[in-house]
C-alpha cells in the first residue's frame, strides 16, 4: 500500500516539475517574440527616418498606416534582419498592393532597386553570398 502511494507522490511530482519547466520554455519563447518585436520596431524606425518618412518610389511623405518599412531581403536572412540597409520606406501601395510593388512585382522592384539604389543593392548582393541555398 505505502509503495503506491509512495509511486504516485512521485507521479505527481515529475508532473509538477515537467508543468514548470514548460511554463518556463513558454515565458522564454514569449520574451524572445516580444523583444523581436521591439527589434523589429526599432529597425522600421530608422528606415522611416533614414528616408525622411518618404515612399522612396513615388517620393510622397508617408504616414501612419500608409507608411511602410519593407524588408528587401525577407526576415529568414537573419544577419540582415535588422540591417537598416535592408530596408526601404514604402507606400502601401509600392509596398503590397500595387501591380507595381514590392510584394507582387519581385522582378520590376528588382529592377526599380538597380535604377534608384544601386550601392543598397549591391551591398546586399554580397551579404547575400554569405549563405548558402
Ligand atoms: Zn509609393
Known amino acids: 500500500m505505502m509503495e503506491i502511494v509512495k509511486k504516485i507522490k512521485k507521479i505527481k511530482k515529475i508532473k509538477k516539475i515537467k508543468k514548470v519547466k514548460k511554463v518556463k520554455k513558454i515565458k522564454k519563447v514569449r520574451s524572445k517574440k516580444a523583444e523581436y518585436r521591439e527589434l523589429d520596431n526599432i529597425w522600421k524606425t530608422k528606415v522611416k527616418q533614414r528616408d525622411n518618412y518618404m515612399c522612396q518610389i513615388c517620393n510622397k511623405k508617408v504616414e501612419g498606416k500608409n507608411c511602410h518599412a519593407h524588408h528587401i531581403l525577407p526576415r529568414q536572412f537573419s544577419k540582415l534582419r535588422w540591417d537598416v540597409a535592408n530596408g526601404i520606406t514604402l507606400c502601401y501601395r509600392h509596398h503590397k498592393v500595387g501591380k507595381f510593388s514590392a510584394h507582387q512585382n519581385a522582378i520590376w522592384f528588382y529592377g526599380w532597386m538597380r535604377?534608384?539604389?544601386?550601392?543598397?543593392?549591391?551591398?546586399?548582393?554580397?551579404?547575400?553570398?554569405?549563405?548558402k541555398e
Do not use: S, V
Open 115 to 131: 535604377a534608384n539604389k544601386i550601392q543598397q543593392l549591391r551591398y546586399l548582393i554580397t551579404k547575400l553570398t554569405e549563405y
